[in-house]
């Protein structure tokens, strides 16, 4: 089983950058998409952007495209959100999840991914 575990979150100012990481342990990676949530107190969590195992292939939510990029490296078993522009909006508790690949890699619904990290918080002031 894949364990994961995020880092890189903590507070920002509006316009300002992170890098989020989400290392992989217990077993490679390579056979996984791998995905990003974030969340926000009282509302469920939200797709923010997908890779797939070879990463051939992202997607983004309309809201940080353009702004955010995901990637991966399969070889150190981590996957990163490089978050750019950062809005107040973007706050937010932010998760990295991963599901074994299939044709349907860039899956959105976060009860479409069984395995979860610990969550990182991201906090954007003016």
């Known amino acids: 089983q894949v364990q994961l575990v995020e880092s890189g979150g903590g507070l920002v100012q509006a316009g300002g950058s992170l890098r989020l990481s989400c290392a992989a342990s217990?077993?490679?990676?390579?056979?996984?998409?791998m995905a990003w949530f974030r969340q926000t107190p009282g509302k469920e969590r939200e797709f923010v952007a997908v890779?797939?195992?070879?990463?051939?292939?992202?997607a983004y939510a309309d809201s940080v495209k353009g702004r955010f990029t995901v990637s991966r490296d399969n070889a150190k078993n981590t996957a990163w959100l490089q978050m750019n522009s950062l809005k107040p909006e973007d706050m937010a508790v932010y998760y990295c999840?991963?599901?074994?690949?299939?044709?349907?890699?860039?899956?959105?619904?976060?009860?479409?991914?069984?395995?979860w990290g610990q969550g990182t918080q991201v906090t954007v002031s003016l």
């Open positions: 890779i797939n195992s070879s990463s051939g292939g992202t």
């Open positions: 217990g077993r490679t990676i390579s056979a996984y998409s």
């Open positions: 999840a991963a599901r074994p690949s299939d044709y349907r890699w860039d899956r959105r619904d976060f009860y479409d991914y069984p395995l």
